[in-house]
C-alpha cells in the first residue's frame, strides 16, 4: 500500500496550524495522533501500520488547506475517520491479488530472475543515491542503517545531532525515501525498455 505522495512542507505546516494554533502544542499533538493511528492498524493486524499511518497523513494533507475552513470540531476526529475508511480498503486490495497455485511457472528458474531483478533494482538505486546531493544521501543511508533497538537509538541520537525532533527526522527520510522510489521507477522502467 505504498504511496509515492509526499506531504509538501506547507501542507505539513497547515496541519500543525489545523491541529494546534501553538506550533509546540502542536506537534506533541501531531506525534501523539501518529502513534495512536499506527496503534489503530496494528490493533486491526494490517500489515504495515506505519505505512498507512503515512497514507492517512498523506490524504488529509491533499485538503487539509479547505479542512481548515470548513471541518468543525476536533481535527483528530478527522483523521480516525480517514484512517478508518483506509481500513475499510485495506481488505478490498488483499483480495485483488491473485493467488499463484495453479501459475505456470516460467522456464527461467525463479530464482535467476530473482538475482536478476535484485541485480537491477541495486544498480539503480547506486545511481539514485549519486543524483542527490551527499547530505541527503548521508542521512538516508545512516537512517536505514541499523535495525531492532539499535535503529531506535540511532534515529534518536540522529535527530538530537541534527537538532531536530525524531518526528521530524522521520518526515525528512520519508521525503528523501519518496524522492528515490520515483528515481528507481524511472530507473527499472529505462532498463525495461531497454531490453
Not at 498507512?52 to 488529509?60: A, N, P, S
Request: with cysteine; glycine share 4%.
Amino acid at each position: 500500500m505504498a504511496q509515492n505522495s509526499v506531504v509538501r512542507p506547507e501542507e505539513f505546516d497547515e496541519i500543525l496550524a489545523w491541529l494546534n494554533p501553538d506550533r509546540e502544542a502542536a506537534g506533541v499533538t501531531y506525534v501523539q495522533l501518529r502513534e495512536d493511528l499506527a496503534k489503530i492498524f496494528a490493533w486491526n493486524r494490517c500489515a504495515d501500520p506505519e505505512g498507512l499511518t503515512d497514507e492517512v497523513i498523506d490524504r488529509v494533507a491533499k485538503k487539509v488547506h479547505h479542512l481548515r475552513n470548513t471541518f468543525e470540531g476536533d481535527p483528530k476526529l478527522f483523521f480516525y475517520g480517514v484512517a478508518r475508511n483506509l481500513l475499510k480498503e485495506v481488505p478490498k486490495k488483499v483480495k485483488n491479488y491473485v493467488s499463484l497455485d495453479d501459475v505456470d511457472l516460467p522456464a527461467t528458474p525463479a530464482s535467476e530472475i530473482e538475482e536478476e531483478t535484485m541485480d537491477t533494482h541495486e544498480e539503480c538505486l547506486h545511481s539514485c543515491l549519486q543524483e542527490i546531493d551527499s547530505g541527503k544521501r548521508k542521512l538516508i543511508l545512516a537512517y536505514y542503517a541499523k535495525e531492532k533497538q539499535a535503529k531506535i537509538d540511532h534515529r534518536t541520537e540522529m535527530a538530537r545531532q541534527l537538532g531536530v525532533s525524531v518526528e521530524t527526522l522521520r518526515v525528512r527520510a520519508h521525503r528523501i525515501r519518496g524522492a528515490l522510489e520515483e528515481c528507481i521507477e524511472r530507473c527499472l522502467d529505462r532498463q525495461a525498455s531497454e531490453k
